[in-house]
């Protein structure tokens, strides 16, 4: 026999059994076995009391028990969501790092900023669906109209007397008023406020006609206030039922929605995310999440990963087709 058949065979099967535990181990992360291990950090990009801090407010309790790790928010806002949104589309792909967003951040934002820093469809993944949230057609409470048929006569008889007011040029309320212009069309005059608040509250005082509120204005409706005549969504909400959806009055397929959820930075492992959404998923089915999610005016959307992804592209499609039909900018 060789004399040196036998330290080349120990040295092949050494190298063999090396490769091997490095391909387990692979095979390991690549499952997310042992994951998590440590605290996770959910990076919201928008700020306290917004919609998304709230919804990811709502599940942290549960989803922190469920994993059996602390969870962690950070509010990360500012420049329409993209300082927090590529904080995490940059971060290590591990699974310890999660943006919880409003859809705007990756359905309207590529179709308004000419540069962006990261590209959200590529570099995040879409984890968990929170919610949808609906915009209501809402009146000052002294406009002469009874319905929205009536709205939108008042509106083919007064072209440009009439005024609406968004959150700022290219939020979701400017968009909904846009797509109700286009697809009636009508015209009314765009009044752009730092906030829904700010329109809101020109809205009781009568400075600007109508709005689509993001669930805000609730009250003020409930107090006689203000007038809520449709829905800009496919099917009514639970809270009005009584409220048409503008698909119901001709405007065919309207849905001025948007969905807020988890992303994870590109390359995190399949069984992470799909740990996370079933999780996710468990808690939006409490009920006392239920009930925060109401409180939004809101519809919980336990989706998979796949169904989000989906959903996110049909509404890129949509918005970015009105974006471009009525050339909207982000200044």
């Not at 730092?194 to 107090?223: C, N, T």
Request: with cysteine; charged share 15%.
């Amino acid at each position: 026999m060789d004399p040196h058949f036998l330290p080349s065979r120990r040295r092949f099967l050494a190298q063999a059994g090396a490769a091997a535990a490095g391909s387990l181990a692979w095979s390991v992360h690549a499952q997310g076995d042992g994951w998590p291990s440590r605290p996770i950090k959910i990076v919201c990009n928008f700020p306290a009391g917004s919609s998304p801090d709230a919804l990811v407010r709502a599940i942290s309790q549960p989803l922190q028990q469920a994993l059996g790790q602390p969870v962690v928010i950070d509010n990360r806002a500012g420049a329409s969501g993209i300082i927090g949104a590529e904080l995490v589309a940059k971060a290590p792909a591990d699974g310890y790092t999660l943006l919880m967003t409003a859809g705007s951040t990756i359905t309207t934002n590529p179709h308004v900023f000419a540069r962006m820093p990261f590209d959200p469809a590529k570099d995040l993944v879409p984890v968990a669906a929170l919610a949808r949230l609906n915009l209501f057609l809402v009146t000052r409470g002294d406009l002469p109209v009874k319905d929205v048929r009536g709205f939108l006569a008042y509106l083919k008889k007064n072209p440009g007397k009439v005024t609406y007011g968004s959150a700022g040029n290219a939020t979701g309320l400017h968009l909904a008023g846009e797509m109700l212009k286009s697809q009636a069309n009508v015209f009314a005059v765009h009044v752009p406020y730092r906030g829904a608040s700010l329109a809101l509250q020109d809205l009781l005082g009568g400075a600007i006609d109508f709005y689509f509120d993001p669930g805000i204005a609730l009250q003020h409706v409930k107090a006689g206030k203000l007038k809520m005549l449709a829905i800009a969504a496919p099917h009514r909400s639970p809270l009005y039922p009584d409220v048409p959806t503008l698909d119901e009055v001709g405007l065919k397929g309207f849905d001025a929605g948007t969905t807020h959820g988890l992303y994870a930075p590109e390359g995190v492992p399949p069984a992470i995310i799909e740990r996370i959404n079933r999780e996710v998923n468990a808690a939006l089915a409490l009920p006392g999440v239920k009930t925060q999610v109401a409180a939004l005016a809101a519809d919980p959307t336990p989706l998979t990963p796949a169904q989000f992804g989906a959903v996110m592209r049909e509404d890129s499609r949509r918005y970015g087709a009105v974006i471009k039909e009525r050339h909207i900018t982000a200044s």
